[in-house]
Protein backbone atom coordinates (compact mmCIF):
# COMPACT_ATOMS: atom_id res chain seq x y z
CA UNK A 1 0.00 0.00 0.00
CA UNK A 2 1.36 3.12 -1.09
CA UNK A 3 -0.39 6.87 -0.08
CA UNK A 4 1.43 9.95 -1.53
CA UNK A 5 0.66 13.10 -1.35
CA UNK A 6 1.27 16.23 -3.28
CA UNK A 7 -0.07 19.74 -4.07
CA UNK A 8 1.51 21.45 -1.32
CA UNK A 9 3.45 25.30 -1.42
CA UNK A 10 3.69 28.55 -0.31
CA UNK A 11 0.34 30.97 -1.10
CA UNK A 12 -0.45 34.35 0.60
CA UNK A 13 -3.38 34.66 3.40
CA UNK A 14 -6.54 34.61 1.35
CA UNK A 15 -5.03 32.16 -1.34
CA UNK A 16 -6.02 29.05 -2.37
CA UNK A 17 -4.03 25.93 -2.77
CA UNK A 18 -5.57 21.90 -4.05
CA UNK A 19 -4.06 19.04 -2.25
CA UNK A 20 -3.72 15.35 -3.81
CA UNK A 21 -3.58 12.09 -2.71
CA UNK A 22 -3.31 8.69 -4.48
CA UNK A 23 -3.83 5.62 -2.25
CA UNK A 24 -2.21 2.60 -4.23
CA UNK A 25 -2.44 -1.27 -3.71
CA UNK A 26 -5.57 -0.84 -2.28
CA UNK A 27 -9.54 -0.89 -3.18
CA UNK A 28 -9.94 2.40 -2.96
CA UNK A 29 -13.53 3.07 -3.24
CA UNK A 30 -14.62 1.36 -0.15
CA UNK A 31 -12.47 2.95 2.61
CA UNK A 32 -12.63 6.27 4.20
CA UNK A 33 -10.13 8.82 3.37
CA UNK A 34 -9.05 11.58 5.90
CA UNK A 35 -6.62 14.50 5.62
CA UNK A 36 -4.68 15.69 9.34
CA UNK A 37 -2.39 17.98 9.62
CA UNK A 38 0.25 18.79 11.76
CA UNK A 39 1.32 22.50 12.72
CA UNK A 40 4.71 23.35 14.43
CA UNK A 41 4.44 22.87 18.29
CA UNK A 42 0.98 21.33 18.04
CA UNK A 43 -0.64 17.81 17.84
CA UNK A 44 -2.21 16.34 14.60
CA UNK A 45 -5.73 16.68 13.79
CA UNK A 46 -8.04 15.73 11.76
CA UNK A 47 -8.98 18.29 9.12
CA UNK A 48 -11.39 16.39 6.94
CA UNK A 49 -12.89 13.28 6.12
CA UNK A 50 -14.61 11.20 3.18
CA UNK A 51 -16.49 8.04 3.54
CA UNK A 52 -16.25 5.35 0.77
CA UNK A 53 -20.03 6.66 -0.18
CA UNK A 54 -18.95 10.32 -0.64
CA UNK A 55 -20.28 11.82 2.58
CA UNK A 56 -17.67 14.56 4.50
CA UNK A 57 -16.76 15.65 7.76
CA UNK A 58 -15.01 19.02 8.49
CA UNK A 59 -12.71 20.52 11.17
CA UNK A 60 -14.85 23.45 12.85
CA UNK A 61 -11.46 25.15 11.97
CA UNK A 62 -11.72 24.97 8.07
CA UNK A 63 -16.09 24.61 7.37
CA UNK A 64 -16.60 26.80 4.36
CA UNK A 65 -13.27 26.94 3.39
CA UNK A 66 -11.97 24.02 2.24
CA UNK A 67 -13.59 20.88 0.39
CA UNK A 68 -12.68 17.16 0.20
CA UNK A 69 -13.42 15.12 -2.26
CA UNK A 70 -12.85 11.68 -4.52
CA UNK A 71 -12.19 10.48 -7.65
CA UNK A 72 -12.23 6.27 -7.59
CA UNK A 73 -11.64 5.71 -11.01
CA UNK A 74 -7.88 7.86 -10.32
CA UNK A 75 -7.80 6.69 -6.69
CA UNK A 76 -7.42 9.77 -5.81
CA UNK A 77 -8.40 12.69 -3.19
CA UNK A 78 -8.20 15.96 -3.28
CA UNK A 79 -8.23 18.82 -0.51
CA UNK A 80 -9.17 22.15 -2.16
CA UNK A 81 -8.19 24.56 0.48
CA UNK A 82 -9.99 28.51 -0.19
CA UNK A 83 -9.06 31.66 2.31
CA UNK A 84 -5.93 30.63 3.79
CA UNK A 85 -5.04 31.81 6.98
CA UNK A 86 -1.66 31.79 8.70
CA UNK A 87 -2.93 29.56 11.20
CA UNK A 88 -3.22 27.05 8.33
CA UNK A 89 0.51 26.21 8.18
CA UNK A 90 0.85 22.95 8.42
CA UNK A 91 2.23 19.33 7.02
CA UNK A 92 -0.68 18.17 5.62
CA UNK A 93 -1.33 14.01 5.79
CA UNK A 94 -3.58 11.88 4.00
CA UNK A 95 -4.14 8.88 5.79
CA UNK A 96 -6.56 5.62 5.23
CA UNK A 97 -7.03 2.83 7.87
CA UNK A 98 -8.55 -0.75 6.63
CA UNK A 99 -8.36 -2.11 10.11
CA UNK A 100 -6.85 -1.87 13.30
CA UNK A 101 -3.37 -2.76 12.28
CA UNK A 102 -3.23 -1.58 8.91
CA UNK A 103 -3.05 2.59 9.18
CA UNK A 104 -1.17 4.18 6.19
CA UNK A 105 0.25 7.14 6.14
CA UNK A 106 1.79 9.24 3.08
CA UNK A 107 4.93 11.68 3.95
CA UNK A 108 3.26 14.68 4.12
CA UNK A 109 3.01 18.05 2.35
CA UNK A 110 4.10 21.22 3.86
CA UNK A 111 1.59 24.21 3.35
CA UNK A 112 3.00 27.59 4.29
CA UNK A 113 0.44 30.44 4.67
CA UNK A 114 2.35 33.57 5.14
CA UNK A 115 2.28 37.33 3.84
Known amino acids: VQVVESGGGSVQPGGSLRLSCVASGIYFRIYAINWYRRAPGKQRELVATIASGGTTNYDDSVKGRFTISRDNAKNTVRLQMNSLKPEDTAVYYC??????????WGQGTQVTVSS
Open 95 to 104: NTKLSSSQDY
